[in-house]
């Protein structure tokens, strides 16, 4: 395939190909240049294609915290940033997955106004501006979940675009999105049940292209170990229903590992097996970033202090300068998602012509 951001046919063949080959390409959250550059330069040294992903906040940290129409700047910042992905990505060589995160209720204008810039920008430019949104209604009755998600979808199909749903509550909280779990971790209403996906799958497959974010014990964030218990089979079960009931090939649904950050390995790979095709990382890759300034701000802490030293007239601009500090946090995420595409496969598996 084209290096670039991939949509419609091409996205389907991508996530058919990670299905195919047993391995999950990291969808990284990202709030600015630095981290979607660092994001791009990572998968392009490891060979692998990338999902980035923006969270309503981060696109309105994108477009600056100084606009005051809120709302206003989560669709500047959302359009803002595909831009620059879409104009950066074929020269790092991969193929780009563009997707926003968790939209509850009340952002469901937020990506319907994303998609109606998407039309603009097929006008424009011919394509869209992303490959996919979500829609997290997981909190909600099925039905209403699951119509919301079709009457979105059902605008989405035509511009090439595909719609990533949430059945079951992921715990943990993400960006105001989300249930908090606290210690309820055996909650089984926190586990997606294989009748809601066979209801989705029916409702959803004849309409367009989509994935579930499902829930199996996955928390968004780190918490203490041997407090999360991940049950991969659950998503064992949902393919299987699917398989037996509707005699499809096996694993006919697009599974999406939410609360990816911290999990145990083993239960990861077990994951790839089910069809899980993406995981979503945020609170490692947001370590990652913030313990580098850290370090670095503790090495050269009188850089942090005087322009000048006030003593010895040493000046300090090479090293306050901010795109030495901020190199130091692109190298910090490029290092954390390098152990990321060898967890989940990718590792060497992009699409990309060369
Ligand atoms: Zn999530």
Known sequence: MKPGVVFGDDYAKLVQNCKD???????????????????MEAAAKNNSDIIIQFSNSGAQFYAGKGLKDGFGAKVL?????????????????????LHTDHANRGLVPWVEALVEESRKNIAREGVPLYSSHMLDLSEEPIDDNLETCARVLKNMTPLGMSLEIELGVTGGEED????????????PSLYTQPDDVLKAYDLLTPLGHFSVAASFGNVHGVYKPGNVKLRPEILAASQALVVADRATDTNP???????????????????????VFKMNIDTDTQFAFSEAVGAYVNDHQDAFKWQVHPETGQPYKKQYDPRVWLRACEEALITRLDEAF?????????????
């Open 21 to 39: 080959k047993g391995y999950a390409l990291p969808a990284v959250n990202v709030v600015g240049t630095n981290s979607i550059n660092a994001v």
């Open 77 to 97: 910042g959302a359009v803002s940033a595909a831009r620059h992905v879409q104009l950066l990505a074929e020269h790092y060589g991969i193929c780009v997955v």
């Open 176 to 187: 105001g999105v989300g249930a908090d779990v606290g210690d309820d971790f055996e909650n």
């Open 253 to 275: 649904l697009n599974f999406v590992f939410h609360g990816g950050s911290g999990s145990e390995k083993a239960k990861i790979t077990e994951a790839l097996g089910y069809g």
């Open 342 to 354: 060898v967890d989940l496969g990718s590792r060497g598996h992009s699409m990309a012509d060369k």
